[in-house]
């Protein structure tokens, strides 16, 4: 029954605010059917028409529907026109328009405890908003992206206080700020400034930790080759502002450090060895197009606009996506086997923790 109300909801919508994308032409001349499942909602097209099906007709409807839908359904969006075919002899309707849906709007967490909340946790999954949590077996390398105040390091002391107990840590921390405070807290290995010594010295020296994790690597390569069902523990390399670290930074140091990350992110995940990394943006300055390519989980805080989003996503246009308003909000991407393609409109969790920590 709510399916049927959802499709005459959905036609009706269509019908309204399509207008001049199909020519004038309606569900009521029958030029156009939607279904309606758990998955999401089908634009049936009965053929030939008089209008174009092609990705600007995807995106008016996506539009039309996600607003419309809105907190009932979160309508994916996708880069370009998603076509099924559908299990009929009929040629006249034989393919449709598929918009994947999940279920409600995106839900923020908020946990009035962090450490009892850590402590309490039997599972080993990374709970990100109300109905999302990331499997850190399936992912390699993470990275947080946002404008200054966006909520970044917020965000970042999140993921160090919930990966503790799953993975070693080495952090590098340029600043010298929140997560050097979280390491002494945490007796986490940190490498920051130190005022005696040189830019490229300090990266000079977290070339030095990334070598070691490198060789790491090697070594676990070698076992699984011995063993294919080894079982190892993850190691996250966190390395906070990126973007700080190559800007006037002898260039043979720079190239190291880059050749490194590039290494570490290819060949890491079979070896349980993880990137996380953020930085106020992820242009070609701040890390090699390679690593970018292997990140599987990607956020994006605070402003989002074409702008913002075309480092992490390049093929997107977040012209439609429904941002929630407030701090540490934006997008996310998750890119594993489990999720389909999605950028989700994301609320960090919101937390409370001992005094003096952040
Ligand atoms: N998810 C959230 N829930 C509640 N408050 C948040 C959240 N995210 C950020 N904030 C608040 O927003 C403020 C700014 O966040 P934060 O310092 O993490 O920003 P930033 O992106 O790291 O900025 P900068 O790059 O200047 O260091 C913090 O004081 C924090 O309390």
């Not at 009035?112 to 709970?127: H, N």
């Not at 405070?181 to 940190?190: E, P, S």
Request: proline share 5%; with cysteine.
């Amino acid at each position: 029954m709510a399916d049927e109300q959802d499709k005459a909801f959905i036609t009706q919508c269509l019908n309204m605010a399509l207008g001049s994308q199909t020519e004038g032409e309606t569900s009521y001349s029958n030029s156009f059917d939607v279904k309606v499942g758990k998955e999401g909602f089908l634009f049936i097209p009965r053929l030939p028409s008089s209008y174009v099906i092609d990705d600007a007709l995807y995106q008016k409807i996506f539009l039309i529907a996600n607003a419309a839908l809105y907190p009932r359904y979160t309508v994916l969006k996708q880069n370009s026109a998603y076509f099924i075919p559908l299990n009929t002899e009929d040629i006249h309707v034989q393919r449709a328009l598929f918009f994947p849906w999940k279920v409600g709007i995106s839900k923020r967490l908020v946990i009035s405890d962090l450490e009892q909340f850590v402590s309490a946790k039997t599972s080993r999954l990374i709970p990100i908003m109300e109905n999302l949590s990331l499997d850190y077996d399936k992912v390699t390398s993470m990275a947080i992206a946002g404008n200054s105040g966006s909520g970044k390091s917020y965000a970042l002391t999140y993921f160090l206080t919930l990966l503790k107990p799953i993975s070693e840590l080495i952090i590098v921390d340029p600043k010298f700020d929140s997560p050097s405070r979280w390491a002494k807290y945490h007796q986490v290995t940190v490498i920051h400034p130190k005022q005696n010594r040189s830019k490229s010295d300090f990266v000079s020296e977290i070339n030095e930790a990334l070598s070691q994790s490198l060789q790491l690597i090697y070594q676990r390569q070698a076992m699984l080759y011995e063993n294919p069902n080894q079982k190892f523990k993850h190691l996250t390399i966190v390395i906070d502002e990126v973007l700080a670290l190559s800007e006037g930074t002898n260039k043979a140091i720079k190239d190291a450090f880059f050749s490194l990350l590039s290494q570490i992110a290819l060949l890491g995940r079979a070896t349980k060895v993880h990137l996380l990394l953020v930085s106020q943006r992820f242009d070609y300055n701040s890390i090699p197009v390679s690593v970018r390519e292997q990140l599987n989980v990607n956020i994006q805080i605070g402003n989002i606009n074409h702008k913002t989003v075309q480092f992490l996503f390049p093929d997107l246009n977040p012209e439609g996506i429904v941002i929630p308003i407030g701090k540490g909000t934006g997008l996310i991407q998750i890119i594993d086997n489990e999720h389909p393609y999605q950028v989700l409109p994301l609320l960090c969790p919101t937390y409370y923790t001992k005094k003096g920590i952040l």
